[in-house]
């Protein structure tokens, strides 16, 4: 080796000794950045199911009618994806090999269709009448004309669209977009993302839900103008428990609201909002911090945290009559809740135990 070819291996061993710390903290910037699905794709997923079900009309109605009374029809669709169409009481476990742990057909029926537990489906399923998906199954999209029924611990990994009403077993999950179009029914420790629906009921629900309206409590808390007129001052505020406020209420730090107050007007707060039992809010609550509510809390407008929000048992978001948005980053909701319209996690949701909430 020449005097210049060692002297280059010397700077070039020198150059990787400098850079060898540096190496990890390379590797992490190079990484993707982890994120949540984007508004867009969230708004994408009701087309996707509506061109899912027109491919069904458009190239599987005759043979979901000729199956009806037939033996199941396997095959391969103009796309080359392998198919499943079955008829009336015809079972799904009947059409597989007995050892088969994942599925990579579409599967059709025209009449109920069971879903076999342990299954891995890669593929859409969709069905004419109810669907039962068995426990610990693993489904990437369902479609039904009438019911379905998410089993103990399966998963939904795109999207499930009930036309009547979806329920989903204890510890099951639904991840990506899920919608009925009369009621979303979870049981305790479920884990969502997107429900739509006009009723969504979270674990188990009271004998009477139904409540009477409370009496305007005798005492009136009128909170201190500050400029503009706009209620609120200061960083935080307090409203005692038993008190009415008429007119909006808007601070820069933590916002308490005690227990049995009734507000008419919006809720804003930077810091957090934390509400007490059997609080009655007509108006919209929103906070850049956590928000938690007590017991028995009834939020007419939407209910939206930018962080977490922990919604306590048998409370109320929404009206059957005037649907709102429940959401929050991270999401927790108790057992005995309802919200009518949509709710979203972005990160994480959530059906709390009542047994351990506390």
């Known amino acids: 080796m020449s005097p210049l070819q060692a002297w280059l291996a010397f700077v070039a061993l020198c150059a990787f000794g400098l850079l060898l710390p540096f190496l990890p903290a390379l590797r992490t910037l190079r990484r993707p950045e982890a994120r949540n699905p984007a508004p867009e794709a969230e708004k994408d997923a009701p087309a996707r199911i509506e061109a899912f079900r027109g491919m069904v009309t458009q190239q599987f ?40 742990r994942r599925l990579r057909s579409l599967v059709l ?96 629900q009271p004998d009477s839900p139904a409540r009477p309206a409370l009496e305007d409590p005798v005492a009136r808390f009128d909170p201190p103008s ?24 808007i601070v820069a730090g933590l916002l308490e609201i005690g227990d049995g107050c009734r507000i008419f007007g919006q809720l804003r707060a930077d810091k957090g909002i934390v509400l007490g039992q059997d609080v009655q809010i007509e108006g919209a609550v929103y906070a850049d911090g956590p928000i938690s509510t007590g017991a028995n809390c009834l939020v007419s407008g939407p209910l939206i ?25 991270e999401l927790l909701v108790s057992e005995g809740c309802v919200a009518y319209g ?10 709390i135990d009542a047994r351990i909430s506390t």
């Open 61 to 100: 109605a005759q043979l979901l009618q000729v199956v009806r009374e037939s033996e199941p029809i396997q095959g391969a669709n103009e796309s080359g994806r392998p198919f499943i169409v079955l008829g009336f009481n015809k079972h799904l476990a009947e059409c597989i090999p007995p050892a088969t």
């Open 109 to 204: 029926s025209a009449g109920h269709l069971d879903i076999p537990g342990e299954l891995v489906c890669d593929r859409e399923i969709f069905a004419e009448g109810r669907i039962n998906v068995a426990h610990n199954a693993v489904v990437k999209s369902v479609l039904s004309h009438r019911d379905i029924a998410i089993g103990i611990r399966a998963r939904v990994t795109r999207w499930v669209r009930s036309d009547r009403r979806l329920d989903v077993a204890e510890g099951g999950s639904v991840k990506g977009f899920a919608s009925a179009g009369i009621e979303i029914a979870l049981a305790r420790r479920t884990r969502f993302e997107q429900l739509e629906a006009p009723r969504i009921s979270f674990g188990r």
């Open 226 to 249: 500050r400029r503009g007129e706009q209620l609120g001052n200061g960083r935080n505020l307090v409203i005692p428990p038993g008190h009415t406020v008429r007119g909006d209420l």
């Open 305 to 329: 945290s930018a962080s977490s929000l922990r919604l306590g048992p048998c409370s109320r978001v929404g009206k059957p009559d005037e649907p709102s948005t429940l959401a929050a980053d």
């Open 342 to 351: 949509t709710v979203r996690a972005g990160r994480r949701g959530e059906v």
